[in-house]
């Protein structure tokens, strides 16, 4: 039953076109199913090189483009079919965290009037003090309201920004966060800091991630489940454990063949360290990872792997 999912993404595409024309087509998104349980809180790893799609997927997920086929289910319902009722419930059920802090603020505003929009909302429907959910926010990301409140972005360090960030998506009391690469900005320590404050709000508060990432270390330091995605395409997808420890497809291996010591202190250490990616431009036929594969065969260059389960976990690769 698709109700036991808390979100579900069923075979997303979004092809994107530029140049002269607009003849250039850039399949960004190419068919990705995945799905997050609703039953306990989890953290969901999208990882994948730069341009291999995350940040297209999060924003198909957040409502802002459509996909050009496929669903996004959230509670077993298509958002793109939800009325403005049951939209205005999913952008509060659903918030996002990104990358940059900084210019996800307005500098003019000190934290306070940062977080007072959405607090003002938060305390009509719940009929509590506005002070008081401010308050309760900046404690649940560890930091000290006194200290904060009146202060403006700039008088803050980067971490203590990052955990504004996260205060302000909790007002609304989400189910689930979507974190598009939030700590790639911070220094070591700071990274550290951030990705423990998601297992805290994921253990105390109960809310799911996911968690976007070009980072396996980090990935593998908070995640429970890992999507690995390259060109557009899921090539592997599992428990994290496993596909960290056991990598199926080829090109997870080569990635965990950059991570020595999954140590996400360590700044840059098991960094997906590929050549950029190219995306796929058009339409082809066979394996989008033929041209690098050790391990290619005929038929690789003729059809493209569908993903195939394989006990609890799943590979797009005709090796299995
Ligand atoms: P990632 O977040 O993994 O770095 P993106 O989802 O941002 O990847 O981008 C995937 C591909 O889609 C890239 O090749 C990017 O250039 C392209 N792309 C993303 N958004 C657009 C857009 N609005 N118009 C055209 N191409 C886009
Ligand atoms: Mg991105």
């Known amino acids: 039953m698709s109700n036991l999912n808390l979100l579900e ?19 960004a998104v190419d068919n990705v199913s995945f799905n997050i349980p609703r039953e ?88 509590k003090d506005i002070d ?22 700039y008088q803050l360090s980067g971490g203590q920004r990052q955990r504004v960030l996260f205060a302000r998506a909790l007002l609304p009391r989400p189910k689930l966060i979507i974190a598009d690469e939030p700590v790639s900005m911070l220094d070591a320590s700071l990274r550290a800091e951030i990705l423990n404050l998601m297992l805290d709000l994921k253990t105390k508060l109960g809310i799911s991630f996911l968690y ?27 428990p994290i454990d496993k596909v960290m420890s056991e990598p199926l497809h080829p090109y997870t291996k080569l990635l965990m063949s950059s991570v020595p010591v999954p140590d996400p202190f360590k700044r840059w250490e098991g960094r997906i360290s590929t050549p950029e990616t190219e995306a796929i431009h058009g339409t082809t036929s066979g394996c989008k990872f033929y041209d690098r594969c050790p391990f290619r065969k005929d038929e690789c260059k003729k059809d493209s792997p569908p993903l195939k389960s394989i006990g609890d976990r799943f590979v797009a690769c005709f090796l299995y």
């Open 9 to 27: 993404l069923k075979n997303v595409t979004k092809t994107f076109t530029s140049g002269f024309l607009f003849k250039k087509k850039i399949v």
């Open 132 to 153: 008081k959910i401010i308050d309760e926010a900046l404690i649940n990301v560890g930091l000290r309201p006194s200290e904060v409140r009146n202060k403006y972005p």
């Open 40 to 127: 306990k809180a989890s953290i969901f790893v999208l990882a994948g090189e730069s341009g291999s799609g995350k940040s297209t997927v999060a924003r198909i997920i957040l409502g802002f483009i459509r996909p050009d086929k496929g669903e996004v289910l959230y509670r077993g319902k298509n958002i793109f079919s939800f009325d403005s009722k049951e939209f205005t419930m999913y952008r509060k059920e659903v918030q996002a965290v990104f990358q940059d802090p900084y210019s996800s603020f307005n500098p003019v505003y000190p934290v306070d009037h940062i977080l007072s929009v959405t607090a003002k909302r938060i305390s009509r429907d719940e009929n």
């Open 212 to 238: 976007i990432t070009h980072d396996l270390a980090t990935a593998n330091y908070v995640g429970d489940y890992i999507a690995v995605l390259y060109k557009g395409s899921l090539v592997e997808m599992g």
